[in-house]
């Protein structure tokens, strides 16, 4: 072999090197890539289920809340009804 030859074998080799590592660092960073969409849908799926969680809660104790105020406010009417049946001598 001569010495270019031994050159452009070793240049040639050199390239192929280089281009497979470039390569191999594509397909490492698309698995990663890959890895950390799995890994960000999940704690999106994750956090929207703990969102609904906490809506469902606070729908609950607003609703509890209401529920509560409209019965109060039936008692009171219905009290103040029974007061001034008394007043005219009627019963409740």
């Given at each position: 072999?001569?010495?270019?030859?031994?050159?452009?074998?070793?240049?040639?080799?050199?390239?192929?090197?280089?281009?497979?590592?470039?390569?191999?660092?594509?397909?490492?960073?698309?698995?990663?890539?890959?890895?950390?969409?799995?890994?960000?849908?999940?704690?999106?799926?994750?956090?929207?289920?703990?969102?609904?969680?906490?809506?469902?809660?606070?729908?609950?104790?607003?609703?509890?809340?209401?529920?509560?105020?409209?019965?109060?406010?039936?008692?009171?009417?219905?009290?103040?009804?029974?007061?001034?049946?008394?007043?005219q001598g009627k019963r409740?």
């Amino acid at each position: 072999m001569t010495t270019a030859t031994v050159a452009k074998r070793a240049s040639l080799l050199a390239v192929l090197i280089g281009g497979s590592l470039m390569l191999q660092g594509c397909l490492v960073g698309a698995v990663v890539g890959t890895g950390a969409a799995v890994v960000g849908a999940g704690a999106k799926v994750t956090g929207a289920a703990v969102g609904a969680g906490f809506d469902a809660v606070t729908t609950s104790d607003e609703e509890t809340r209401a529920r509560r105020e409209r019965e109060q406010r039936d008692y009171d009417r219905e009290q103040r009804r029974c007061q001034q049946r008394q007043a005219q001598g009627k019963r409740c």
